[in-house]
Structures are given as C-alpha cells and as structure tokens.
C-alpha cells in the first residue's frame, strides 16, 4: 500500500512505516470506550480545602520551592487565534456592510473596550487615511474588521492567540505571553529565577522570539527576578496520517500522503524534554490583568502544596519498600495511602500475597503525579474529572472528553452531563521518580484512548487520527487528583468578545 515515495516522505517526518500501518489499522478499528465508575465530585475524588488547609499547602509550597528546586511554567501557545475571529471573519463576507447579528453590534459598540482598540486606530488610519470613528460616521465597517484581521492590518486572523493584545495597563496593552511571565514570576519562580517554556508553530516562533525578547526585561526588573524562557514546536514525527473513508491513506493532489498535527496529546514528547522537578501547564488564553490575579496566583500555590506534599509521601513510601524493612501492618498503611489520598483502587486487592502487593504498591506509587484543578460546571466545553477503570482493572482519576463516552449508554452520558465539575487545563505535575530521575512521560500514555475525527481538504471528505490529549490519554497512567479551585481561575476567550468581559476589562 505505501510506495517507495511514501515510505521516503515518512522517513524524513521521523515516522516509521509500521506506525503509519498502526495508524492505518486504527482508522479501522477505531477506540473502545472508557468504562467509567462515577464522575468525581467533593468527597468523591475532588478535593475542597479548607481556608486554613490553603495556607498550609501555600506554605508547604513555598518550603518547597527554597529548597532550590527546578519549576518550570509550561504553556501550549501553537494555536492560531483564527476561530477567535470566526464571527467577525463572516461579517467581512456577508452580502450586507452594517452590523446585523448580535455579535456583530457588540463588537462594534464596544470597540472602544479593546486592549488593540489604538493599535487598530493607527492601522486604519495608515491604510484608509481615516481612524476607527471616521471609517465608522461612513458605515465603513467592514474595513474596520478587515484591518484587524487581515495581513496589512493588525493580521490578527493568523497571528498566535498569545500575540494579541488582550488587557489594558496605564503603561500600555498587555498580550497572554506577557500575562504568563507575571504569572511565572508570580507562583512558579526559584532561586531568583522564572522558567517559561511556550510551544509555538513553526511559522510564529521568531514572532514569539521577538516579542519575549522585547518584554521580558521589564518584568525581570519588576519582579526583581531572572527570567529563562524557551521554546519548542510539536514534533513532525507526532503527525498522524489522513484517511479516506475506506480507511486507505488520503493523498494529496500531487499523489503524496496528507498528514495532520496529532493535536496536543503531541505536546508529551515537548513536556517529555523539559527538565524540571514541578512543571506548572495553564493554556495560553487563560490569563487576566493584574487585579484579579490574587485568586490563580493563590490557587496555584494550593495544588503544588498538594503536589509536593503528596510526592513527599510516595518518596517515602517508596524508600521504605525498597529497604525491605516494611511489615504487614506498614504495607497496609501505604494501601490507604494509595487509595485515598491518590484516589487509586484495587477490588482484589486483599487477594495479593504480600510479595505481589509490594510490586503493585511499587508500580503504583513510582510514577508521574499531577494534581489538577477543577471549577464548578458551568456549562462551558471542555473535560471533566471521573472515576474511570484501567487497563489493569484498577480504578483511579482521569480527565475524560466526551468523545471517550459511549453515547449510547444512557448511565455514562447521566454521569457525563450532570458531572458537577469540569477540567480548565490547570495542572501541576512532579515528572522525576524518587531517585530523582525523569520520567520517560510517553511510557505512561494509554495509547488506546486516540480519536477520529471527520474533516475535509480541498472538497473531499477525509477521516483525521488524534493522539490520547494530553491531559487525558497521554496522562492516563500517571497518579491524579483533583482540587476545586474557584471560576475566577478559569477565564477563557474563545471569541473576540469575550475581551469584553468584565475579567478582561
């Protein structure tokens, strides 16, 4: 099935041919469901700590972080701001030239509002000879958003959601890149310093590059603070092969295999090469101004107190089995740990002989760890936190999209829609064993939790292969728990208006 060209194609993209054929295969078979136990919920896998629980797990923390440890601040930034834009985009192509829908005389009411607001002023006067007031007493509206979106304008229709101008300051508009280095020094700096690493596009980075360069000064002598901040792209060898709808490989018009991004289940093989002992992970768009940093900054320091304080007790545990000077009574103590504190169950477990007990203890303990936040469901997409079965037959915590649940088991789609939390990619995670060793993070995907999608190229219909999500399949067999955190942690922008809020105002 694959020619000597394609196997030349996919030897320069790193990929080897039995993996294109594994692909190839699962466009077939697809993936099996999860088997799910219950949707977490407090005192139920998620955790409510108390206020003096905070302070103590922020001072843990901090106790933590003097000792000279290695954080590093993680944030996947490659996405284009494109589908920000979507609304505005259609408005530009609509056969009409004044705001109509909804969104459309929000936006413009509002224009005012926008941290871009004068950046666009300036290119619309350069292009059109008239500013933003002017093109509009004209009904000029359209070129307005044309200047905002297109390549001789703002060209904010393809540039990265981390370069837009998001919140206005006194000393000028901030972008998500800037708001994430205040953030970096604010709760994951060490040792006088702040580690920021961005994945970007291939076609952004000297963009990125450029802007950090010309920004990071400032806020290194604001936080009187050293900042190291690098850069990496998603692998081309995490790409995964197109299908047809017979599931034979989709060929572009010159005859060559079409490929896709392998979406940010890709982004292991990035974190898999960040040296650190606690890597912090937040998306790039979830950021607000200086005001209303309390809460995250707060809330951060919470679940790497949980963190830490929970590795701290695995360390030793698993010191303790590797002495061999462990009785009956400790190895049942190190059981509660495991299922309580790290949510992570065994129905047979009273039938294990204490040989095999210590090497499932073992097993179980000696592994990545993450303690993710949770908010409260509000209706907004996005993963939520479930009791879920393994492989192994074990029961632990996972964060499960919808297109893992079976649609058609009315139980699971209950647990699913009436889940009272939700995952805002708010994670935190300790990659080194108790050796101090890194993990090797790909050892631990559940590679059976991939997803099919059905997209298009050029009018024909195509099948597209996603690798297990990063905070789902590609962390599927790492130690989890879940920490409520409030909403005010979680403010997303999805659309150009959502600037408008009152979080990003």
Known sequence: MLSKQDLEQIALKGISEEQINVQLEEFKTGFPFLKLEAAASIGHGIEAPTAEERQQMVNTWNAYKAEGKKI?????????????????????DAPYDVPTTDFEKKYFDNL?????????????????????KALIADGKYKAVAANMLRPEGLNYGQLPKGMLLFHKYAEGPRTPMEEHLVEGALYAASNGEANVHFTVSHEHIA?????????????????????????????PSTDTVAANADNTPFRNDDGSLLFRPGGHGALIENLNEIDADVIFIKNIDNVVPDRLKGDTVEYKQVIAGVLVSLQQKAFAYLRLLDSGEYNHEKLE????????????????????????LVIYLREKLNRPMRVCGVV?????????????????????????????????NE???????????????????????YKGE??????????????????????????????PGLWNGAMSNWNT?????????????????????EQHQ
Request: glycine content about 6%.
């Open 72 to 92: 590093v601040k993680f944030v996947p930034a490659s996405g284009a701001a494109s589908r920000m834009f979507k609304d505005m985009f259609a408005f530009v």
């Open 376 to 408: 409260k469901n509000v209706g907004e997409p996005g993963g939520g936190p479930f009791l879920t079965y393994n492989q192994d037959g074990t029961v632990s915590l996972q964060i499960l999209e919808s297109s893992q649940i079976d649609k058609s």
């Open 438 to 467: 890194p993990f090797n993070l790909p050892d631990f995907v559940d590679k059976s939790t991939g997803f099919i999608s059905s997209k298009s190229k050029g009018g024909k219909e195509l099948k597209a292969l996603e690798l």
């Open 112 to 132: 005012e509002k926008f941290a871009f607001y004068d950046a666009l002023d300036a290119v619309c006067l350069k292009n059109e000879g008239k500013g933003i």
């Open 333 to 356: 103590e190190i059981i509660r740990f495991v299922q309580r504190d790290l949510c992570c169950r065994k129905n047979d477990i009273k039938e294990l002989e204490d040989a095999e």
């Open 411 to 433: 139980e699971y789609m209950k647990m699913f829609t009436e889940g009272t939390h939700f995952n805002p990619v708010d994670l935190v995670c300790a990659v080194k064993n």
């Open 207 to 235: 963009f990125f590059e450029k802007k950090v360069a010309e920004k990071k000064d400032g806020f290194a002598r604001k936080y009187g603070i050293k900042y190291n901040i690098s850069f990496s792209e998603q692998k």
């Open 481 to 501: 728990v879940f920490v409520e955190v409030p909403l005010s942690t979680f403010n997303p922008v999805k659309t150009v208006n959502d600037l408008l809020r």
